[in-house]
């Protein structure tokens, strides 16, 4: 897929006030300071389309992005929270989890874990709601540039080891890198062929 046009749509609270359901969806999340920011831009080509920060945490609502016309982009808030109050995190936790699982048009949610470090029992957790949910999503692997293919090979095998745990097999999964543009075509690649089969 070539991304011809990628902007900003509009910015939410709730999933309510999100754009007509009439469009395949995708949604990117993932704990603070997974890259998640980086990766989308990546992604898409465009270097400042989500607002990346060294504060994590940043993403505080429901953000859509348009792409090419026929397909949106959705950037939610982190999960694992930063520095917030809990009314601020029990807030968070409502608006995302009605999201993902009242809105109809969501096709497919891309969980970003860094790489770099062992299985972390949050995103573990997040994966088994989303399962028991019947919510599909993919795992995206960020950050892959740090380490050596070595690691990064050793580092999947360890959380497919745990997943494995609980799942019958290990979901969909992408290996990325929005320094080097590693895992960019094949998860366009697979938007692309999810979009064929969107009804809406």
Not at 37 to 58: D, E, F, M
Not at 65 to 93: C, H, T
């Amino acid at each position: 897929m070539k991304i011809n046009q990628a902007s900003f749509l509009m910015s939410n609270s709730t999933y309510q006030q999100c754009p007509k359901p009439d469009k395949p969806e995708y949604a990117f999340i993932g704990r603070s300071n997974v890259g998640k920011s980086s990766l989308i831009n990546s992604i898409v080509q465009r270097k400042n389309l989500a607002k990346t920060s060294q504060t994590p945490g940043k993403t505080q609502l429901i953000n859509h992005f348009f792409i090419n016309a026929n397909w949106y982009l959705v950037d939610l808030p982190g999960y694992g929270y930063a520095k917030v109050s809990k009314v601020e995190r029990e807030k968070f936790e409502k608006m995302i989890n009605e999201y993902l699982t009242l809105r109809t048009n969501l096709v497919c949610t891309f969980v970003l874990i860094d790489v770099r470090h062992e299985p972390q029992k949050v995103d573990v957790e997040f994966m088994q709601k989303l399962g028991e949910n019947g919510i599909p999503f993919c795992i995206v692997f960020t950050k892959a540039d740090k380490l050596s293919n070595t690691a990064v090979n050793k580092n999947i095998a360890t959380y497919e080891q745990i997943m494995l745990e609980t799942w019958e097999e290990m979901p969909q999964y992408f290996v990325t890198s929005s320094v080097n543009g590693t895992g960019r075509e094949e998860i366009l690649a697979y938007i692309d062929e999810l979009n064929e089969g969107f009804k809406p």
